[in-house]
């Protein structure tokens, strides 16, 4: 099992921050590798979507399902891959200069790959997830 969390200090409100994190027309905006995003619904729980994503010339289809939604607090999705399952969890609470969003990954592996690989699977995911949120952080605070 692979755990990855991250933290980031946003200069906005959590309400901002949560529409950020739920709007599929706001996250190409900070997610790096996402390549397409089919949602099924609103946002809310048992709402699911089909995620294309692509990292290292590799192209990672993920189906999400929403297991938590109370905003603007917690947003939370199951993940189901060829490669591996896991959960993703955002909790945002207020804090004097905006918001603190704590970002949470714990995946499963599934395939001789990303068991064999899952040290490098955890280092790379790591990054990419840091680099999201400053992302994320940026596209908030200085939009274009």
């Known amino acids: 099992m692979i755990r990855i969390s991250n933290h980031i200090e946003i200069q906005a409100e959590p309400e901002v921050v949560f ?5 599929p027309e706001k996250l190409p905006e900070w997610m790096s590798t996402l390549e397409e995003m089919i949602y099924e619904g609103e946002p809310q729980v048992g709402a699911s979507s089909e995620q294309t994503f692509s990292q290292n010339g590799k192209t990672i289809k993920v189906t999400q399902t929403i297991t938590a939604f109370n905003p603007p607090e917690i947003f939370a999705v199951s993940l189901s891959g060829k490669d591996f399952d896991g959960n993703a969890s955002f909790n945002l609470s207020p804090i ?10 714990i995946l499963k592996p599934k395939s001789f790959f990303f068991k064999a690989f899952s040290g490098m699977v955890e ?8 680099k999201d949120l400053e992302s994320l952080k940026n596209a908030i605070e200085n939009p274009s």
């Open 19 to 23: 529409e950020f994190l739920v709007n």
């Open 123 to 130: 280092k790379v995911t790591k990054i990419r997830q840091q």
């Open 96 to 105: 004097p200069s905006g918001t603190l969003l704590k970002a949470e990954e």
